[in-house]
């Protein structure tokens, strides 16, 4: 063999010698692994709660903090969202609740000779049924400004009638559970199926700061009965022309 290819098999020698007498570089630890990528994903979700809270959009704040707690619980950022989802999640319960009582209003606003007649009803929280004819009930409280007749309250009854047999003169009216008062109430001469309070100006007055109104009525088909709104939702704006 020549003096060249001893040399070349020599350093062919040392090399396998070489890499073979060597380490191999650790393998990666898995479980560090997935907390690392676990940390930067819960990272990203922290910084969106963040803007979420700060932006005012505290309901979806509330998911997804619920969301870090539940997906990394072991995570820096689940430690810093649970400093403050207690506080985030009681704001979310009383903007769902505000909101529920907003909706609890229908409110129109109709065209009528010399103006614009504007309403709000809300209907009462315990539901009246289909009565013997089968077709559904309800019972609604009307706040209304009309550009001719002023403004009224009154009651309104759906595919039902009051019985005023032993007299709707008066009505027991509670505001906040208290104990109720009668206030003189009146029947319309044309047949609706309509109670009207005649103090609407104090109701309204005493309405806008309760939470609930409840007011006994008696019915032909059910009897007397304690009807309770939900009023305060009520948005006044909606009713533009209050009387001076």
């Not at 990203?44 to 505290?58: D, F, N, P, T, V």
């Not at 509670?174 to 309070?197: H, N, V």
């Amino acid at each position: 063999m020549s003096l060249r290819n001893l040399l070349l098999a020599a350093s062919a020698v040392l090399a396998l010698a070489a890499c073979s007498g060597g380490s191999a570089p650790p393998a990666a630890d898995p479980v560090a692994t997935a907390k690392a990528a676990n940390e930067t994903k819960a990272a990203k979700q922290l910084a969106l709660y963040e803007q979420m809270r700060s932006s005012g959009s505290i309901d979806l704040a509330a998911s997804l903090g619920d969301e870090i707690v539940r997906k990394y619980p072991d995570t820096a950022a689940a430690a810093t969202v649970q400093k403050t989802l207690a506080d985030v999640r009681t704001k979310a319960a009383q903007k769902a609740e505000t909101q529920r009582l907003a909706r609890l209003w229908a409110y129109n606003a109709v065209p009528e000779a010399g103006g614009t007649q504007y309403t709000g009803a809300i209907e009462s929280k315990q539901p009246l049924g289909a009565g013997a004819d089968h077709k559904p009930r309800r019972i609604r409280l009307v706040l209304r400004q009309h550009p001719k007749w002023g403004q009224s309250v009154y009651l309104l009854l759906d595919n039902a009638t009051f019985d005023c047999r032993k007299g709707c003169a008066t009505l027991p009216v509670a505001f906040d559970g208290a104990k109720p008062e009668r206030m003189k109430a009146t029947i319309p001469p044309t047949g609706e199926p309509a109670l009207f309070i005649d103090d609407d100006k104090s109701f309204i007055a005493r309405l806008e700061k309760a939470k609930t109104v409840s007011i006994d009525a008696t019915l032909k088909e059910g009897g007397e009965q304690t009807f309770t709104f939900e009023v305060s939702g009520f948005d006044a704006s909606k009713l533009p022309n209050k009387p001076k």
